[in-house]
């Protein structure tokens, strides 16, 4: 996310350099505050960063959602293994290796997560649950960057 929100501001940056430099090349015989107008172009307004923290988080959270939803899957077959796994007398009871115990497909890494995902409900269900996420991470990033941008 930083790397999206700092290639964000370098195009405004630019942008407002470019602005400034055909204003400059028009007002040629008018005396302007190049430093005012140097400080103006490098500075955020607060609207600025708290936009861009947005963007930023909301494309990072876009691109790396499918692999977090893995990650929480794997995790909660791993914990719900460790709690199903009864303590046998005999070791006798047999268990198929592809299902989890109560009828669910069994992940056998992060890759397989992700396949056994879309093959069950296409790209929507690599990112079921993203909306909850958004709200959590996009707004906590916006005031993020605007505080670290003013101060």
Same mark, same amino acid.
């Given at each position: ?47 600025? /960063?708290? /936009? ?7 494309? /990072? ?12 899957? +794997? ?22 290796? !592809? ?10 890494? !992060? +890759? ?19 909306? /909850?996420?958004?709200?959590? !991470? ?14």
């Amino acid at each position: 996310q930083h790397f999206i929100y700092e290639q964000l501001r370098l195009l405004l940056m630019d942008s407002r350099r470019r602005r400034i430099g055909v204003r400059g090349n028009s007002n040629k015989g008018r005396r302007r505050n190049s430093r005012d107008g140097n400080a103006h172009s490098q500075a955020l307004s607060p609207i600025e /960063a708290f /936009a861009f923290g947005a963007l930023a988080k909301l494309v /990072a959270t876009v691109l790396t959602y499918p692999l977090q939803l893995a990650q929480v899957l +794997l995790r909660l077959q791993r914990k719900k293994n460790q709690l199903s796994q009864p303590s046998h007398a005999n070791g006798s009871q047999h268990r198929d290796p !592809t299902k989890d115990g109560i009828g669910e497909s069994y992940y056998e890494g !992060t +890759l397989d997560c992700l396949y056994k995902q879309f093959s069950r409900g296409g790209l929507p269900a690599l990112f079921k649950g993203m909306k /909850a996420k958004l709200l959590q !991470t996009v707004m906590t990033a916006a005031f993020t960057f605007l505080t670290n941008e003013q101060t």
